[in-house]
């Protein structure tokens, strides 16, 4: 199992441009979640996913899109990137329920918006 | 919403002493606790993880400790080594991992 994987590692958008940060899983978790880590601060969770067809909004929300038409698959949009939104952005899943909710953490990916 | 706080902010030990961690939350309805380990550039890494039916969890030279009273959880690490060395986070959640609030992280240092 590759576990949890995100593309790219790095990126560098300028204000005002769009792109997708995807993420994906491989171990049929119900569970998938966007973080995002700042210096100094832990992670705040951006969206959330409870399986395919169902998004909701976490913490800190605006400015990002997330849908998940498959189990394996919760990309993360910014549609009109901020300097604001530079940040590591990592993606989580986990199983649903019961006493396994030990949550995985993808790489992360660096994003730097000038 | 779920506020968590995590003290010390950095920690420097020296080799063999033990470190501890401290959080408090303000959500009495949680009742899942987890810590994460994050090396320089790397993903967090779950390390122990506590649920409030419980009061103390151990694995080796890690220990959780949890009050439900006073809304606070501990991380106890014995016999520190250099590569404890991280930076460490505190969460809670109320039953599901899909909502972790994460504490803002202690930055261990362990001198040799």
């Known amino acids: 199992n590759a576990g949890v994987t995100q593309t790219p590692k790095f990126q560098v958008l300028k204000t005002g441009q769009s792109m997708t940060l995807q993420c994906a899983q491989d171990?049929?978790?119900?569970?998938m979640s966007w973080y995002r880590q700042d210096p100094g601060m832990g992670l705040r969770l951006i969206h959330y996913?409870?399986?395919?067809?169902?998004?909701d909004q976490g913490e800190v929300p605006n400015g990002y899109n997330v849908s998940r038409s498959t189990t394996e698959d919760f990309p993360l949009r910014l549609l009109s990137a901020a300097p604001s939104q530079t940040s590591v952005y990592f993606c989580?899943?986990?199983?649903?329920?019961?006493?396994?909710?030990?949550?995985?953490f993808g790489p992360g990916t660096r994003l730097l918006v000038l | 919403g779920e506020n968590v706080e995590q003290h010390p902010s950095t920690l420097s030990v020296q080799e063999g002493d033990s470190a501890v961690i401290k959080c408090t939350y303000s959500?009495?309805?949680?009742?899942?606790f987890p810590w994460y380990k994050q090396e320089l550039g790397k993903r967090p890494q779950l390390i122990i993880d506590i649920r409030s039916n419980v009061g103390e969890k151990k694995d080796q030279r890690i220990a959780v400790t949890l009050n439900k009273t006073a809304k606070h959880f501990s991380l106890h690490i014995t016999e520190t080594q250099p590569e404890d060395s991280a930076v460490y986070f505190c969460?809670?959640?109320?039953?599901?991992?899909?909502?972790?609030?994460f504490g803002s992280g202690t930055q261990l240092t362990v001198l040799p």
């Open positions: 996913s409870v399986g395919a067809g169902i998004t």
């Open positions: 989580a899943s986990s199983l649903a329920g019961g006493h396994q909710e030990t949550q995985y």
């Open positions: 171990m049929n978790h119900e569970y």
């Open positions: 969460a809670a959640s109320r039953g599901s991992a899909r909502q972790l609030t």
């Open positions: 959500d009495s309805a949680s009742n899942y």
